[in-house]
């Protein structure tokens, strides 16, 4: 066989290469994308689920994630932590947990919403007063993974400004879900800001999966036009 038709045998097995890493590439895009509708999809439905208790939703956390729940218990207004860098209508500030252990003496964080920054990086934000005695509480329930991973803002006992950080993961053992707090039997516990909810969009996925084939096609047009022109 000529070296040049070897070459030309070459350069075919290359194309025919790249034509099948941009159809697995394509898939690849294509099953995000459906995997991503189905998610978005499970989460508006249960949102607009009714209330049902947390001992219910316990069955099957991963299929309860974002219905709203229900549970009594107390707060611990000595484990707090504020998560950075959370806007709301573009001023910064915290996202405010507390610890809860519920009736059952199970224990788990709870977003009690959006609060503005103090004046400085060394003022503590304006914290909303935590009840104390047993309450009741209702809330969106999110998985653990969601929680955002690594250091936060440990508010101190006294005085003022934040003094330390700490990882909620690994000071406190905790269940593997937390609470979106919406409402509770007190009216402090309403937040004034709640937890956002995530915009709901099935992203580019698609549109990935669609230029990726036009990428194979390419090749394949561009192997044909090579031919050609011999």
């Not at 509708?37 to 049902?52: G, M, R, S, T, Y």
């Not at 005695?133 to 803002?153: A, C, H, K, M, Q």
Request: net charge positive.
């Amino acid at each position: 066989m000529r070296q040049r038709e070897k070459f030309s045998i070459l350069k075919s097995l290359l194309v025919l290469i790249a034509i099948c890493l941009c159809l697995l590439a394509a898939q690849w895009q294509y099953h995000r994308g459906i995997h991503r509708h189905h998610q978005n999809f499970l989460i508006e439905e249960n949102i607009a689920a009714p209330k049902i208790t947390l001992s219910a939703a316990e069955a099957n956390l991963l299929k309860s994630e974002w219905r709203t729940v229900t549970t009594s218990g107390t707060f611990d207004s000595r484990q707090t932590i504020l998560i950075r860098n959370r806007y709301f209508e573009g001023k910064y500030g915290f996202e405010y947990l507390t610890l809860f252990t519920n009736n059952q003496g199970k224990k788990f964080w709870v977003d009690r919403g959006w609060i503005v920054a103090g004046k400085d990086a060394l003022t503590a934000p304006l914290l909303p007063s935590t009840p104390s005695g047993v309450v009741e509480i209702s809330g969106r329930l999110r998985l653990d993974t969601s929680l955002p991973r690594g250091s936060f803002f440990a508010l101190p006992q006294s005085g003022t400004g934040l003094i330390s950080k700490w990882n909620a993961q690994k000071e406190v053992k905790t269940e593997s879900y937390y609470l979106d707090l919406l409402a509770g039997s007190t009216a402090e516990l309403t937040p004034a800001v709640s937890a956002q909810l995530p915009e709901l969009s099935d992203g580019p996925h698609m549109a990935y999966a669609l230029q990726w084939v036009f990428f194979a096609g390419l090749f394949g047009y561009g192997r044909i036009l090579i031919r050609r022109t011999r």
